[in-house]
């Protein structure tokens, strides 16, 4: 059976102190679920190294929130990937819709950081989705299709190397999520987008078995058996849900009986 994804994403919310905190009370409580949903926490850059060290030894997984395309040299305020890897991060979010809109990060940084994280043995969370102008616009698919085909170009995949894509609209993250509302029904047939464009660079026995599929925006314990229920998608990106103990456990027990 494929893993199931647990990913939080803590942004800018969670000094040091907190972020090691909460990864030291949640380690023992979702421990026996460590089998069946791969664990994987995102915290600030600065808390990371200390992050290394509350998660030794437990099932919990570190990832980062970005990262440099070059491993070493005159990148002034940039992180390298070979550094990541060297403290112990496995996972990198690439291209969240907050550093695309606050920072001009463009699909073709992506591109870079994609290659950047295989080359290091850092397993890549792309997010890709469209904002509430593009939907409204009749816009979403082509957006997606955009993405995807400039995210993933000549991106190759060897031995173990696994992909995540998030479908994360950007409308349905909770901060910007006024009164909208998003339906399983909605997230199905933009997987099903992703998937097409992935088939474009990659085998499709490698989009089967190498690819997961995630969806993210406003997810919790309430809302996340709805996405489950579509069998593209193996688990979640959680935001603000990701701040609370008890609802990462809740989360992560749906994710195992699934
Ligand atoms: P949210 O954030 O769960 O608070 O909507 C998700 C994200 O932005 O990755």
């Not at 199931?4 to 942004?11: G, H, Q, S, T, V």
């Not at 990262?67 to 040299?73: A, L, N, P």
């Not at 819709?97 to 850092?122: P, Q, Y």
């Not at 609802?247 to 699934?258: H, S, W």
Request: with cysteine; net charge neutral.
């Amino acid at each position: 059976m494929k893993p199931r994804y647990f990913i939080a994403n803590w942004k800018m919310k969670l000094s040091p102190d907190a972020s090691v905190k909460l990864l030291k009370a949640l380690a023992p409580k979702v421990k026996k679920f460590g089998q069946k949903v791969e664990l994987i926490f995102c915290p600030g850059f600065v808390a990371l190294a200390g992050c290394t060290q509350a998660v030794k030894g437990t099932a919990l997984k570190l990832g980062a929130q970005d990262v440099f395309w070059v491993d070493k040299g005159s990148f002034t305020g940039e992180v390298s990937p070979l550094d990541l890897q060297t403290i112990g991060c496995q996972y990198v979010i690439l291209g969240h819709s907050e550093r695309r809109k606050h920072l001009g990060e463009t699909d073709a940084m992506v591109n870079k950081k994609i290659v950047a994280c295989l080359k290091h043995g850092l397993t890549p969370i792309v997010c890709v989705g469209e904002n509430w102008e593009q939907r409204q616009e009749g816009q979403a698919t082509l957006t997606l299709e955009q993405q995807t085909r400039n995210c993933f170009q000549n991106i190759m995949l060897k031995n173990q190397q696994q992909l995540i894509i998030c479908y994360e609209p950007v409308w349905a993250i909770s901060d910007n999520l006024g009164e909208r509302q998003i339906s399983a029904a909605d997230v199905e047939p933009m997987v099903e987008v992703i998937k097409q464009g992935l088939y474009e660079v990659l085998s499709v026995d490698q989009v089967e078995s190498s690819c997961h599929f995630i969806y993210g925006g406003s997810v919790d314990s309430g809302s996340l058996n709805n996405f489950l229920q579509l069998d593209t998608i193996e688990g979640g990106l959680v935001g603000a849900a990701s701040l609370e103990a008890e609802e990462v456990v809740a989360m992560v027990k749906i994710l195992a009986n699934r």
